[in-house]
């Protein structure tokens, strides 16, 4: 069951404008919320995380924001940098629980 | 090592032959995890280890999967009988807190399997 979800596959916005990548959740007993980067050949790497208790965590040009009533967040890059070019998973995990749920990912281009 | 060492970085083999995948995680990381990543899809949980022992083994599919971690650190994936369906890119992570806050996982760069 896709407990995680981003339902764009793909994402492609211009140098210095705003990126704005959604995930949907299912599981309301989630508490800790991450994104992940990945180039391709490599794995991914965390990018940041926010806990359930919070709605904003912001890390330079990087904010996610949840909205828990509607299970839902997004991961906001402002400003986009061609070397944001990856694709981007959206992970989740109950707190207590080892198996973290990914999201199917949303291929980010960002043209020059 | 200074990050999740993955080997081999690419396996191509014949359905029904066995495979081992190997695992070097993060020195002093005591968690480490397994996941499987399908074409299109996001990576899915195979097992965790906290030192030795398998905590939580739900994701492995079938009981062609195994997984060892004898000393508390490089850990081995054996998939018995490969199926076609086994093609994936298989990822290691390892973390410091195993089931416990944010849990940021390292990844390592996966092992690439092919069952023609």
């Known amino acids: 069951d896709q407990q995680v979800k981003q339902n764009s596959p793909s994402l492609s916005v211009q140098e210095g404008r705003i990126s704005i990548l959604n995930c949907d959740y299912t599981?309301?007993?989630?508490?800790?919320f991450l994104w992940y980067k990945k180039y391709p050949a490599e794995g991914p790497t965390f990018l940041i995380s926010i806990s359930s208790i919070k709605d904003k965590n912001e890390d330079g040009r990087f904010t996610v924001f949840l909205n828990k009533s509607a299970k839902h967040l997004s991961l906001h890059i402002v400003p986009s940098q061609p070397g944001d070019s990856a694709v981007y998973f959206c992970?989740?995990?109950?707190?207590?629980?080892?198996?973290?749920?990914f999201g199917a990912g949303t291929r980010l281009t960002v043209k020059p | 090592g200074a990050g999740v060492s993955q080997t081999p970085s690419n396996k191509v083999t014949e359905k029904g032959k066995y495979v081992e995948l190997r695992c070097d995680p993060i020195?002093?990381?005591?968690?480490l995890y397994w996941y499987r990543q399908s074409l299109g899809q996001g990576p899915e949980f195979l097992i965790y280890f906290q030192g030795t022992g398998a905590a939580d083994d739900s994701g492995l599919p079938n009981d062609r999967f195994f997984a060892v971690r004898p000393e508390g650190s490089v850990s081995t994936l054996k998939i018995q009988r490969t199926e076609r369906g086994d093609s994936a890119v298989y990822l290691c992570?390892?973390?410091?807190?195993?089931?416990?806050?944010?849990?940021?996982?390292?990844f390592g760069a996966g092992s690439r399997l092919t069952v023609l």
């Open positions: 599981n309301s007993m989630f508490d800790y």
């Open positions: 992970a989740a995990r109950a707190g207590g629980n080892n198996d973290m749920r």
């Open positions: 020195s002093g990381h005591t968690a």
């Open positions: 992570a390892s973390s410091l807190q195993g089931a416990a806050g944010a849990n940021v996982l390292t």
